[in-house]
Each structure stands twice: as C-alpha cells, then as structure tokens.
C-alpha cells in the first residue's frame, strides 16, 4: 500500500524487499537532501543558446528555401543572391532538434527515471513540486528549458524550504518566459520612462493565486499592482542565457504588500517573496494542496492542521511536513484514497511490468489520457483531483493506452503473477479470475492495469 | 425511475453487446452547443465598439484596423464591428444567425480564471459553491435517462458534471476486445463501473456518427464531429466544447498575433459544426462564453490584463440574430468598471435563461431554482431565439 499511495506504484519484488515496515520505508525515503536531477539534460545557459542556434539555422534555411523557391517559379528579384542547391550543402544538424522534441527526450528521460528509480517518494515529490510551480511549453525557450527548470529550481529544493523553492522558480528563465515577468517594466523607472513601457500583473498575480496565498489567500487588486511594481527589474539577460536583474527597470517608490511596507531603498523582490513565503495563507494553502495529493480530494481538518503545525515548527522546511505526512494515521488505512491521475497511471504501469527505455511511448501515452507534463493549459498546472480525472472519456481510454502499453511488455509477460506484486490487498476476486480466464496474454497484461484495484492509490 | 446507465449496466452484466443511442424516447428536437473559450476573451478586441467615441485613445496600440481597408473590421452595425479573423462566420450575422451580447459578464467580480470558471459553469453566485454545473441541472430536471450531453474535451467540464447520465469523448484509437472483461471487474465498484459506461456509450454513438472524419484534437476538428454527432439520428442534443488561446497578456496584436489566431480557430470551429450538422442547423442554438474580459486599456507589453465584461456569441439556425444586444456602457474613464475594465451591464445567467426557456423549454420556475439558484434579479433576456 505505502508503495502505490506515497511511490509510483509497486514493481514485482518490492513488497518483498520492504518486509515489514512500510512506514520505516517511507521515513527513508524522504530522508534525502534533494531530488535526483533527470540526466542528460544540461542547463539553462547551454540550452538558451541552443535554442538560439536552432532558431538562427532555421531562419537561414527558409531564407534559402525561400530563395530557391523563388528562382523555381520566376519570382527572384534580379540581383538578388543565388542561394546554394538545396544539395550542395548538408543540412545542419541542429535543424533535427527543434525544441518541442528536445522536451520529449528530456520528458522521456524523466519518466525513464521514474520508472527505474528506487526513490518513488521523492519522484512523485518532485513531480508535485514542478506541478505546483507549473510553466507550460508555449514556446521554444520553455520548451527547451522546461527540465532545467525543474533540475535547477525543483529538484534540489524538494527537501528543502518552501522559501528556496518559490525564489528558486520565480528567478528562472523559464519562469520568467511563461509569466511574461521580463516584459514587466517600471513605468517610472528610467528604462521604462524612456521606452514608455509599464507594468504586466500577470507574474505577481500568479505568484499570490497559485503559488503562495491561494485564491482566497486575502490578498487585493491593489496587491497585485503592488507585487507586480516591486517585481519590476527582474528580467532575461539573452547573452547569458540566465536571468538577471536590471536596476533601471525597477519602478521607485516604497511598496504596501499586504500591509506590510517594503521601502524604496530595500531588495523589494527578496522582502516580498519572504512575506508570501510563510504567510498563514500560503501554509494553509500549500498544505492542503500535499494533503490532497496523498489522501483525496477532501482532507481531514485534523491532518490539514498537523501539516500546518509541522510546517510552522520546521520554520518551513518541507521535510517536516512530508514527516507529518508519513506519520498521518489517515494516510494508513487499507482502503484506496485517490484515483490516479494519467501521469500516475502510466508511470505505475511501466513500474509494474518493467518499461525500462520506453519513456518516449509512455509520453505518449501521457498525451493521449490528456496530461502531458509541462501541458497544462492553464498556470495552475494539472489539477489533482479525482472530480477531475474520473471521467467517462477517460475511463474508456485508459483502457486503450492499456492495451498499447502491453504490447510494450512483450508476448511472453506473466499477467497472473504481476497482478499480486502491484495491487494492493488481496483484491476482490473478481479481477484475479478476470485476469486469470483471459487466455491471450497481451490483454491479461492489459486487464491488469485497467483493474479497480489498479485505479486507484 | 431506472436510470439508462444502470439498463445498460444490466445488459452488459448479462452478456448482451452495448447498446447504442436507438430505441430511446422521443428527443425534443432541439440542439444546443456550448462553447467554454477559457483563458479569458478580450470582448473589446473580437466586437470593436470602433463607433463609440472614447474607443481609439483608450484601445491605443490595440485600436482595429479602418473598416475600409483589407483585412479591416467588419460591420455589425454603427457602434459595433467584428474582428476580422472571425470573417468565416460574419456571413451568418447577415443571415440573422449570429447575435453578440455585448458588455456581457457573469456575476463574478474578482479576476481568477480558475475561480471564473467555476462560476461560469456551476451557475452559482460564487465560485466553489455547487459541485455540478448548470447543464447537467438541466438534464436533470429535464429527467434525462440517456446520455443527452457530451463533452468533447479531454476531461469531463464542471459544467456538465452532476447526478444527471452524461459523458465525455476524445480521439484514441485501437480495438476494445476486452470491454466485456473490463465491465465485468468494475462491477464491484459502482463508481467506475457508471462512468465507464457512460463512456463506452458515448464513444458508440461518436463512432459511429463521426466514422470516416478526420479525428485530432484541434477545435475545428472536434466540433466537426460534435456536429455529425448531434445530427445524428438518435445522438444526443447537448455538446459542450471548449477552446483555449484567449490569455494574451502579451503580444495579443490586432490584425494578426495571438489573439487572432484564437479567433480563426474559434470561426473556423463554428463553420465546420455548421457544415456537419447539415439541416439540423436550424434547430440549434450554440453560446460561446468565456469567464471575464480583459482590461479596456494594453498592458505594458502588447497584452491586456484580466477584465470584467466581454462579448458572448449565438450561433444557429434558430438564433433570432442580425444584431448586437448591448446596454453599452461606455468607454470613457468614469464609465469602466474600477477605471479600469469593460463595465458589465449584462449577466451571463440572463442570455443563457433565455436560450434555455425559448430554445429548451425550460421553465422560468426550474431555471431559477434549480439551474441557476439565486438567479432571480437576473431576467431572462426575450427574443433570443426565433419564434
């Protein structure tokens, strides 16, 4: 049980290997200093620039194109420079890795990970995290950087504090690209009075709704203003490739953040982010969005008020709450408390039958049951509840990405004796004489993820 | 009464293939779309007010190009002109098929999408106050007992979930061998073994109406086969569909830029249901909302900023249409709402009272208890649909 609700899902064997203590293994497991980074992913930096060299190659190749085009149909102006035969000149590689496909390959490590790992708890953490902190692939410099993000920014700060966390995202390239923060000037700063710019609210707005207070955190129109004018600075330095902060873009002026002052002359992103970042509304809201993932979409008051306890004890550092977590006796009781979302399912399916390497189709399937990572739609991220996920549509489609992910297993996988290793308790014997009666052995695979018992965690 | 999900619960329990929609009751004979733009449309954008004197200084970088010129504006009437990536569907405004509500908004003031949303779908006063949306209320107090709404969207949307049999369809693929077996293991458990039912049922129909259709997950796609599935013979009479793009804090442009893009596939979405529900057209009615407006000056960066008041369309061959509903407010700087925002001047709740009661025959009791609780100030607004 503790592998399906705090893991990814029980591979054969690691009933076994727990033995006795499943809460002793939970302990452990979140005992980490940080997440483990996705491989192969390189930084920010580097992948900006990347970015940049695609989009130049590209251009030069259309301008090519285009030229040759226009040679074809008549259209060249006279003058106007010959463009190369198309195949006197080899295409530059970089062309073969637009961005949307380097975020596949990064996801796909990513879920080969998941998949392999022996830390469960600490990857479905991390995935929670880069959730939370949602940026969606809307463009190329966040596609390319979406999983140096969550290497930089996330995954080392999974057992540390909240606080590191929400700076960590907010001054990230990525982030700074999907909220529109760079765009977002001082109207009374130098650069902005010379360039007539102002302020967009989108980032300090989002920062106060998701990230921190929540939607009834008690926050006002004008703190949004407020947030979003003491925000004003930060912004994208494109030869770096990082982010920097640019002291002529900074409107001047003290700040009122809710009620708080933040004076002219004082690091004004720094004091807000420490206001938001252990505000009672940000426990309370963060808290429940934990609880929520772990025990369902309506928590007991009692544990929401132990998670907060925890986390105002720890001084906001995360560990503490995930403790109190481990320690819930709501979260050890036999019977299943969440539906899982499609990223859960198809993770926990590649667990249960050994999907090593197959990161790249179990993306897919991701796509195909409607929650990719780094797809939500909206700044919010994916939701989390089972009001969302249980749906008819999704129903009758899990059962086709079971089947597909079956046949990823192999002709000769033993259905029967996968299904006591992945699903908790004995089961009702309905589905073991499912399983069982099925003679073709790809749809018993597939019977084995699409049973009750392997809905729900 | 028994509901048709546990018929076919039964039927399957016994060994007998799924049924489809056939030998249902008698379907009324109307059809009604509705289209969720989430993200928040920018009303001052898609339905220019290009006569109202304070438009130009206020829309500045945003002001829509001379009506004159190609790719101009396109007239609706003195006061109002429709943005040109919706000219696909300005042929059904001359045809009297097209109305736009102007000034529109739902009776949610503060500016979460998210909260916004729920709003606009639970048809509740305030958001998080009801679990179930306002069109599966219909469909219940309608006494739905098939699945009279489908969804063609990845998720089921709040605004028709509820008590009432409905279901949700997108694009997969694949043969499903092993549904008996699967019905079979969900037996134990109610709650799955109803809405995978609800699910084989809808995909059934879908299949069937949309065989042969090109299937992707893009808006014009997906209501070419909302409309060959309402047009259906025993299809169902509801379909909700929702598009996406309308956020444009940054970058939204006039002419061309994000949120014409948005607008292209929104028209091109509304012509091919057109299209696919053939002579059906004349008994539908299709509403496209979104959860608020977008501020009435730019941003600083080329965008707009969440609103309040925007425009919601009607569709259809039974739309009273030719013409623009609007207490206009105004767009000098006392008139915005918080001199900032399109000021409301028209809830959501009464357009969508209206086409409920004339196009549904919904009574005026039912709506306000029932489907739009503490609705009661909001009339239903007359003479939306054609006599």
């Not at chain 1, 979302?341 to 249960?352: K, T």
């Amino acid at each position: 049980m503790a592998l399906n609700r705090f893991g990814l899902g029980a591979r054969p064997g690691d009933v076994s290997a727990i033995g006795s203590n499943p809460h002793g293994w939970v302990l452990d497991q979140i005992a980490r200093l940080q997440a483990d980074p996705v491989p192969g992913v390189g930084d920010t930096p580097g992948r900006l620039h990347l970015m940049d060299a695609f989009s130049k190659a590209k251009q030069e190749a259309d301008r090519e194109d285009a030229a040759r085009a226009a040679v074809l149909d008549g259209t060249a102006k006279p003058g106007a420079p010959a463009a190369p035969p198309a195949a006197a000149k080899p295409r530059p590689p970089i062309l073969d890795q637009p961005p949307g496909k380097v975020l596949e390959n990064d996801l796909a490590r990513r879920i080969d990970q998941a998949v392999a790992t022996d830390w469960p708890v600490s990857e479905r953490l991390a995935a929670f995290w880069a959730n939370h902190f949602s940026v969606t692939n809307l463009r190329g410099e966040i596609a390319v950087t979406a999983l140096a993000y969550e290497n930089e920014a996330i995954r080392p700060n999974v057992f540390g504090t909240f606080h590191d966390m929400l700076c960590a995202t907010a001054v990230h390239p990525a982030m700074t690209f999907y909220l529109d923060a760079a765009s977002s000037v001082g109207p009374d700063s130098p650069w902005g009075l010379k360039h007539k710019r102002a302020v967009n609210e989108n980032f300090a707005r989002e920062v106060m709704e998701l990230h921190t207070l929540g939607v009834n955190g008690g926050y006002t129109q004008a703190d949004v203003q407020q947030l979003a004018l003491a925000l004003t600075g930060l912004g994208l330095d494109k030869a770096a490739g990082e982010s920097a902060f640019y002291y002529d873009r900074h409107e001047p002026g003290d700040r009122v953040l809710l009620g708080r002052k933040l004076p002219a002359d004082g690091d004004q992103m720094r004091e807000a982010f420490a206001i938001l970042a252990n505000h009672p509304a940000t426990i309370r809201h963060i808290c429940r969005k934990l609880a929520v993932h772990f025990c369902g979409d309506t928590p007991p008051p009692a544990l929401l008020k132990r998670l907060a306890d925890a986390w105002r004890q720890g001084g906001g550092a995360l560990p503490a709450v995930y403790r109190a977590l481990a320690n819930a006796p709501e979260l050890w009781v036999a019977r299943p408390l969440k539906y899982r979302s499609p990223q859960d399912f198809v993770l926990a399916s590649g667990r249960a039958f050994g999907l090593h390497g197959k990161g790249r189709a179990l993306l897919e399937e991701m796509r195909q049951l409607g929650e990719m990572p780094y797809g939500a739609p909206a700044p919010t991220g994916w939701p989390d509840q089972d009001s969302v996920w249980l749906d008819p549509g999704g129903a009758v489609g899990r059962v086709a990405s079971a089947r597909r992910m079956a046949a990823l297993a192999g002709p000769d996988v033993d259905a029967a004796g996968v299904l006591p290793q992945v699903v908790y308790a004995t089961a009702n014997s309905v589905t073991f004489d499912v399983v069982l009666a099925e003679p073709n052995p790809r749809n018993a695979a597939a019977l084995v993820l699409v049973c009750p018992e392997f809905q729900r965690r | 009464m028994i509901s048709r999900r546990h018929v076919l619960a039964g039927l399957v329990a016994a060994g007998v293939p799924k049924l489809g929609f056939a030998s249902m009751a008698a379907r009324p004979g109307k059809l009604f779309v509705l289209i969720i733009m989430r993200g928040a449309m920018d009303g001052l954008a898609a339905v220019a007010p290009l006569g109202d004197p304070d438009y130009a200084a206020l829309r500045t970088s945003l002001v829509l190009g001379t009506p004159a010129a190609p790719g101009g504006a396109l007239k609706l009437d003195e006061r109002f002109w429709l943005h040109p990536a919706l000219a696909p569907v300005y042929p059904l405004y001359g045809r009297g098929e097209m109305l736009v509500v102007h000034a529109v908004a739902s009776p949610y003031r503060e500016r979460s999408h998210f909260d916004a949303q729920n709003v606009l779908e639970s048809g509740m006063a305030k958001p998080g106050w009801g679990g179930d949306g306002w069109l599966n209320r219909m469909l219940s107090a309608q006494h739905a007992t098939r699945v009279e709404g489908i969804a063609f969207t990845p998720t089921l949307p709040l605004v028709l979930k509820g008590a009432a049999p409905v279901s949700n369809w997108q694009p997969e693929g694949g043969p499903a061998d092993i549904e008996d077996a699967v019905a079979h293991m969900y037996r134990a458990d109610p709650v799955l073994a109803a809405t995978y039912q609800a699910g084989l049922t809808a995909r059934g129909v879908v299949d069937v109406a949309g065989r042969g259709m090109p299937q992707r997950r893009i808006f014009p796609s997906l209501a070419a086969v909302a409309g060959k599935t309402l047009a259906a013979e025993d299809g169902p009479n509801m379909a909700v569909l929702e598009i996406g793009g309308w956020d444009t804090h940054v970058g939204q442009g006039t002419v061309k830029g994000r949120l014409a893009g948005a607008l292209g596939q929104l028209a091109d979405g509304v012509d091919a249901l057109h299209k696919a529900l053939g002579n059906r057209w004349r008994d539908t009615v299709v509403v496209a909302i979104t959860e608020f407006g977008r501020t009435a000056r730019p941003n600083g960066t080329g965008g707009t900023d969440h609103g309040t008041a925007t425009a919601a369309f009607l569709f259809g061959g039974a739309v009273a249409g030719g013409r623009v509903l609007a207490d206009w407010p105004g767009l000098s700087a006392p008139a915005l709402y918080q001199n900032r925002d399109l000021a409301p001047t028209t809830d959501v709740r009464c357009v969508l009272k209206g086409v409920l009661g004339e196009h549904l025959g919904v009574g005026q009791a039912v709506l306000e208890a029932k489907i739009f609780p503490g609705s009661a100030s909001a009339r239903p607004v007359a003479g939306l649909v054609r006599a």
